[in-house]
C-alpha cells in the first residue's frame, strides 16, 4: 500500500481517509465491485459473486482534490 501521496495540483500530502456509503440504517465503507451493475430482484444491486476491493480515499489539505484506490487490504 502506498503510505504517502502528493496532490498532483499543488503538491501538497494528501490525508488518507473514505467516503461513508449510507443504506438502510447502516453506513458502510465505499467498495468497488468489478463487471457491470445489475439490478436485485428484490432492491440495489447483485453483488454476491462479485469481486469486491475496499476503496481508500485521499484528500489535498489544500485544495480539497479526492483520489480513490480499490487495492486489497
Not at 16 to 24: I, T, V
Not at 41 to 69: A, I
Amino acid at each position: 500500500m502506498i503510505d504517502s501521496h502528493e496532490c498532483p495540483r499543488c503538491r501538497k500530502e494528501m490525508n488518507p481517509g473514505y467516503r461513508p456509503d449510507y443504506g438502510y440504517g447502516q453506513v458502510r465503507r465505499e467498495e468497488w465491485a468489478s463487471g457491470k451493475p445489475e439490478r436485485s430482484f428484490w432492491f440495489g444491486l447483485k453483488t454476491r459473486d462479485l469481486e469486491r476491493l475496499p476503496v481508500v480515499t485521499y484528500r489535498c489539505p489544500g485544495c480539497g482534490y479526492l483520489e480513490s484506490y480499490a487495492r486489497p487490504e
